[in-house]
């Protein structure tokens, strides 16, 4: 672990200008996602979770499993679960206040980036409000950002991803992806991966990682499809000269060993969890994959005396079951219950907390080669003497050979599997 000093030198320079703004008394190592990426990659065939905070307990448990771990992490919510429409109480403008409080209770001195994962482009007329919008997310405290227009065929999402990228601070972790995340259904292909990335770096944009649709699903993994380890290998290779690194999506219901695989053969070093987290938070029974158990009936099994209290559960259920949802909808429970989780009593909302933790721990010191990262981390920002480590890659793709024009004719000569129209959002 890394000394107090070292701390102190990093802690010095490394927090992004909105975070010294939002909390200029604060030492909570909150970073740009640029230094989560470098300290993964610097580790060496590691990544770590990009927790997704569906509610306080999950954000509090996996910090604390990072601390124990001495992981560097990144915690995040997308769009769909904490943007404008959310259904979570964790969103956009409050996730960072969530990370810096909690990281100041707990002492928490990993470093943490705060992400905004899947800020979702399904068309060309979401384009303009999403220059209004982004900005505020990192004028509350947003430190990476994960721009998806992968619902648009190739061309619009580069030109999109080319549009957004002027509200984006220089200093913040970027991702782009290409592919919904449709399980089997529209498998990415090497050609448009490097389509986008070459677009982005002609234009002097270099994101730290790409998602793929490489075969996982949002929600809890039911096909036995899950990750393509041998595909995402061979478009991450295809990448290498651009130094662009893997953002694995859909990881919760995959088995350890292909999240393993994924660690050690492919340049991933950011693994989203969501929907396993959310259910551990609950006290819902899970698997050593993060998939919920069932009863006969098909209702979620509660685990006696973890997470929230018997009776809590059974409100839940009785909720949910007014609204019609089935189990797909009790994500939705996020919302409605977060203030009665917090009434729930000391000892509750502990296992709340822990039950995350322990799961966490365990991903990112047995599956994920994640432990230790933290230092890596720190030695990378105390050697750039900023919050800021510049770019990884530099502009081989010359931008005369990038006009919109020139993007949609090199676009039109892709063969891409978009698979089956739908809602795909988590």
Not at 92 to 98: E, G, L
Not at 134 to 162: R, Y
Not at 323 to 333: A, E, H, M, Q, S
Not at 383 to 396: F, H, M, V
């Amino acid at each position: 672990m890394a000394s107090s000093t070292d701390f102190d030198k990093a802690l010095a320079v490394g927090r992004p200008p909105n975070i010294c703004k939002l909390f200029p008394n604060s030492r909570a190592l909150i970073v740009s996602g640029k230094y989560i990426d470098l300290a993964l990659q610097a580790k060496g065939k590691a990544m770590t979770i990009a927790a997704n905070g569906r509610n306080n307990f999950i954000i509090r448990g996996a910090l604390m499993a990072a601390q124990k771990a001495n992981a560097a992490i990144i915690i995040e919510i997308a769009r769909s679960e904490g943007g404008a429409k959310a259904y979570c109480p964790t969103n956009y403008w409050n996730i960072a206040r969530q990370v810096d409080q909690a990281m100041n209770e707990l002492g928490i001195t990993v470093p943490v980036a705060i992400h905004a994962d899947h800020y979702g482009i399904k068309s060309e007329a979401d384009i303009p409000f999403a220059k209004q919008e982004i900005p505020t997310l990192f004028e509350a405290g947003i430190t990476s950002i994960a721009i998806d227009a992968s619902h648009m065929m190739d061309d619009k999402n580069l030109l999109a991803n080319l549009e957004l990228n002027p509200f984006i601070p220089d200093w913040a972790g970027l991702e782009t992806e290409i592919g919904e995340i449709k399980g089997s259904e529209g498998l990415s292909a090497t050609p448009e991966a490097v389509f986008l990335i070459a677009g982005l770096n002609a234009h002097n944009i270099f994101p730290n990682w790409i998602a793929l649709n490489n075969g996982t699903t949002h929600g809890i993994e039911s096909s036995g499809q899950g990750i393509q380890v041998a595909l995402t290998a061979q478009i991450h290779k295809a990448l290498a000269k651009y130094h662009v690194n893997g953002a694995q999506h859909g990881t919760s219901g995959n088995s350890t060993d292909r999240l393993r695989e994924i660690a050690q053969q492919t340049n991933t070093t950011k693994a989203n969890v969501a929907t396993a987290l959310q259910m551990l938070s609950w006290g819902v029974e899970v698997n050593d994959f993060g998939n919920a158990i069932l009863n006969a009936d098909g209702s979620f099994k509660k685990v006696k005396g973890e997470g929230v209290s018997e009776e809590m559960w059974q409100e839940m259920i009785n909720y949910a079951a007014s609204k019609g949802w089935d189990i797909g909808g009790y994500k939705n429970l996020n919302l409605a219950f977060e203030n009665k989780f917090m009434g729930q009593p000391t000892a509750i909302r502990q296992r709340m907390c822990k039950r995350v933790e322990d799961f966490v721990y365990n991903l990112l010191t047995k599956v994920f080669n994640a432990q230790d990262s933290a230092d890596y981390g720190i030695a990378a920002i105390i050697k750039a003497g900023s919050y800021d480590p510049g770019p990884k890659a530099n502009r081989i793709e010359d931008a005369s050979e990038w006009t919109p024009d020139k993007i949609i004719a090199k676009a039109a000569l892709l063969d891409s599997d978009k698979g089956a129209e739908g809602d795909f959002d988590d």
